[in-house]
């Protein structure tokens, strides 16, 4: 029986693998599959959204060699952006104090401030 951490990885790799072959391309998330992605599965941050050009430079700032398509690395980058937003989010709501017991894990709605802010992009401004 798999580990909850186990599952996990196998969970990032099967919705990766659901969106990327919807085109020709069955390595990579092209911009069509990244909106469907971003529509499906992370409906509550994109719902958030206000300004409708946020998808649209989420897409440039992670596809860091540019080639108008994201692979699983890049897609990674996106999943651990917002994972360390969250678990910031998570820290500074949850102060640790010896007397406490854990806190219970939530995610938080997530909000334009979980872009992926450590992701560096060298081609983004070209
Ligand atoms: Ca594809
Ligand atoms: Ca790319």
């Not at 806190?103 to 401004?125: D, E, G, I, N, Y």
């Amino acid at each position: 029986m798999p580990t909850e951490t186990e599952r996990c990885i196998e969970s990032l790799i099967a919705v990766f693998q659901k969106y990327i072959g919807k085109d020709g391309n069955n390595t990579q998330l092209s911009k069509t599959e990244f909106l469907s992605f971003m529509n499906t599965e992370l409906a509550a941050f994109t719902k958030n959204q206000k300004d409708p050009g946020v998808l649209d430079r989420m897409m440039k700032k992670l596809d860091l060699n540019c080639d108008g398509q994201l692979d699983f690395q890049e897609f990674l980058n996106l999943i651990g952006g917002l994972a360390i937003a969250c678990h910031d989010s998570f820290i500074s709501s949850h102060p640790t104090t010896k007397s406490s017991p854990p806190p219970t894990p939530s995610t938080p709605a997530l909000s334009p401030a979980h872009l992926p802010q450590h992701v560096s992009h060298a081609c983004w401004r070209k």
